[in-house]
């Protein structure tokens, strides 16, 4: 069931904090270089992970496609997709049985 | 020993002379012809004519491009100017129509903004809050 391992790559993405936070910061500007987000982890959370390690925290969460990216002329942007999420939403919090 | 000159390597040094003086604001301090169609081309910041100079250094040798290409994919500025208040000078040069790759933000101590030069190269403007 592809559904299924969709889901679970959701899960495993976002079971590490450094890419939750990576999200928190995507939520408060969307479209960010690799070179922002760093600087944002680094100087708002003081995460001092490498630039290598924030770029495969983020190849999972594209992976996880949570973050999409995109080239515009010679730059590359990140951006946030919520997408994945609404299978969970629709799951439990929407089908939630009376009590 | 004092550093009394830094560099950025430019695509064009005509155009990177146009830049970073009628856009950026800096004045031209020493103008050379070295032969060929370089030239030792540097300009300073008109609030310290006597400071630092930035020499536009032209990027010819082969290694440049791909260096220059890569930080500039992951928005990488390897320069960076001190501002007294970012904000502002985003809306000025914005309005002069420099492209922004991450518009001015709040990181704790510093605000910062990361703009294109059109000669190759993302630089950073800061300001430190006291």
Redesign the interface.
């Known amino acids: 069931m592809p559904i299924v391992a969709v889901v679970g790559d959701v899960f495993k993405a976002l079971a590490d904090p450094t890419r939750r936070t990576i999200l928190d910061e995507l939520t408060d ?1 969307n479209g ?5 987000i760093c ?2 982890l680094s ?2 959370h003081g995460l001092a992970s490498s ?1 290598q390690a924030i770029s495969q925290h983020l190849d999972v969460l594209e992976a996880a496609g949570l973050v999409q990216t995109r ?1 515009e002329g ?4 990140h951006y946030i997709d919520t997408a994945p999420l609404e299978p969970i939403v629709e799951r439990w919090l929407s089908r939630r049985g009376r009590t | 020993m004092r550093i009394t000159i830094t560099s950025v390597l430019v695509d064009n040094q005509a155009k990177a002379e146009k830049f970073y003086t009628e856009v950026l604001g800096f004045v031209k301090r020493h103008d050379i012809a070295l032969g060929g169609e370089a030239r030792w081309l540097t300009v300073v910041s008109p609030e310290d004519e006597g400071g630092t100079e930035l020499l536009l250094e032209p990027s010819g040798h082969p290694a440049v491009k791909p260096f220059k ?1 890569a930080l ?6 390897f320069t960076q100017f001190s501002v007294d208040d970012v904000q502002a000078e985003y809306e000025r040069l914005r309005g002069l129509g420099v492209r922004f ?3 001015p ?1 709040d ?4 605000t ?1 903004a ?1 703009f ?1 030069d059109t000669c190759g190269n ?1 630089i950073q403007i800061i300001h430190q809050k006291s």
């Open positions: 500007r960010q270089t690799l070179f922002e600087a944002r100087n708002k630039r080239r010679r730059y590359k942007f | 290409d500039v994919a992951d928005g990488i500025p790759t991450q518009e933000t990181m704790g101590n510093v910062t990361v294109d993302l």
